[in-house]
């Protein structure tokens, strides 16, 4: 993987925040390029230079969250199932609870992300399971892994949503009742 320069990440981000900033009163559809940089304040050119349109960004900004929880499940694999799904979820929360406004904005405005981020953590999980159960059922185990999924997503949108109502040890309890 490819260094990224210091300068790069800066202009990635402030682009992001812009994103977060205009996307709390401006549906994505409706931002446009002008605005996300007039809101940013860096140049047209500088946008173009990193990404093709907003929906690149939005991309790219997915992929760096995706990529980051990826990479902190792979910390995990020497744990074994089951006790690495605790440390995934803890990884999981910290990693949001780090990014919250990107990732309160990704849950509110991005199905992809949800999507995404729902197959990175089955996919990991998948051959623990299989192995400690001692079946190789994909099927059931993808049925299963979306009902819980869909409430552990749940609540962390309610989560973000509701940031004073719990702390985040109080969530990390919560995802394992």
């Given at each position: 993987?490819?260094?990224?320069?210091?300068?790069?990440?800066?202009?990635?981000?402030?682009?992001?925040?812009?994103?977060?900033?205009?996307?709390?009163?401006?549906?994505?559809?409706?931002?446009?390029?002008?605005?996300?940089?007039?809101?940013?304040?860096?140049?047209?050119?500088?946008?173009?230079?990193?990404?093709?349109?907003?929906?690149?960004?939005?991309?790219?900004?997915?992929?760096?969250?995706?990529?980051?929880?990826?990479?902190?499940?792979?910390?995990?694999?020497?744990?074994?199932?089951?006790?690495?799904?605790?440390?995934?979820?803890?990884?999981?929360?910290?990693?949001?609870?780090?990014?919250?406004?990107?990732?309160?904005?990704?849950?509110?405005?991005?199905?992809?992300?949800?999507?995404?981020?729902?197959?990175?953590?089955?996919?990991?999980?998948?051959?623990?399971?299989?192995?400690f159960h001692g079946d190789n059922k994909r099927t059931v185990?993808?049925?299963?892994y979306m009902f819980i999924s869909s409430g552990f997503y749940?609540?962390?949108?309610?989560?973000?949503?509701?940031?004073d109502k719990l702390t985040k040890n109080e969530l990390i309890?919560?995802?394992?009742?």
């Amino acid at each position: 993987m490819a260094k990224e320069y210091s300068c790069v990440k800066r202009t990635k981000q402030a682009f992001t925040n812009s994103l977060v900033e205009l996307s709390k009163d401006t549906p994505w559809n409706k931002i446009t390029v002008k605005m996300l940089c007039e809101n940013a304040g860096l140049s047209r050119n500088a946008f173009y230079f990193h990404y093709k349109d907003i929906n690149d960004l939005i991309e790219d900004i997915e992929d760096s969250v995706v990529n980051e929880a990826t990479s902190n499940f792979d910390t995990f694999r020497e744990i074994g199932f089951p006790k690495n799904v605790h440390a995934t979820v803890v990884a999981l929360i910290e990693l949001i609870d780090n990014n919250r406004e990107v990732c309160r904005m990704l849950f509110e405005k991005s199905d992809s992300f949800t999507e995404r981020m729902n197959k990175a953590f089955c996919d990991f999980n998948y051959q623990y399971y299989s192995d400690f159960h001692g079946d190789n059922k994909r099927t059931v185990y993808d049925f299963f892994y979306m009902f819980i999924s869909s409430g552990f997503y749940g609540l962390l949108k309610y989560w973000l949503d509701n940031p004073d109502k719990l702390t985040k040890n109080e969530l990390i309890g919560l995802a394992f009742v």
